[in-house]
């Protein structure tokens, strides 16, 4: 339990086998979001976020990243994803840089 808490990679892969339809609308949202990230290949999860389901399709909340900075310094950016009801990202909003 303290392992899904302290470690991101444990947690997803927890999400994964026990809830996979949760893990996939996190997972769209975590690709959308290091599409969006200048050298998203270098980003590293800190938090996956949480799901909310609304009238009009889900949406997670505090997606975290943790990535090199212009300055060499790691930089946190927390962003928020909403998707359509049938999965499609409908809006990325970049809430902390």
């Known amino acids: 339990m303290i392992a899904s808490q302290e470690v991101p990679a444990f947690a ?4 994964r086998v026990f809830q996979p339809a949760q893990w996939q609308t996190k997972a769209s949202c975590r ?8 050298a ?7 938090d996956g976020g949480s799901l909310n389901q609304t009238p009009d399709g889900p ?9 090199l900075g212009q300055d060499g310094e790691e930089q ?7 998707l359509a009801a049938d999965g499609q990202l409908h809006r ?3 809430r902390t840089r």
Not at 31 to 38: G, H, S
Not at 40 to 46: F, T, V
Request: proline share 3%; charged share 20%.
């Open 31 to 38: 690709d959308a979001v290091l599409e969006d990230i200048p």
């Open 76 to 82: 946190i950016v927390t962003y928020d994803c909403y």
């Open 12 to 15: 997803d892969w927890l999400e």
């Open 40 to 46: 998203g290949s270098y980003a590293r999860l800190q």
């Open 92 to 94: 990325l909003t970049l």
């Open 59 to 67: 949406s997670v909340m505090g997606i975290r990243f943790a990535m």
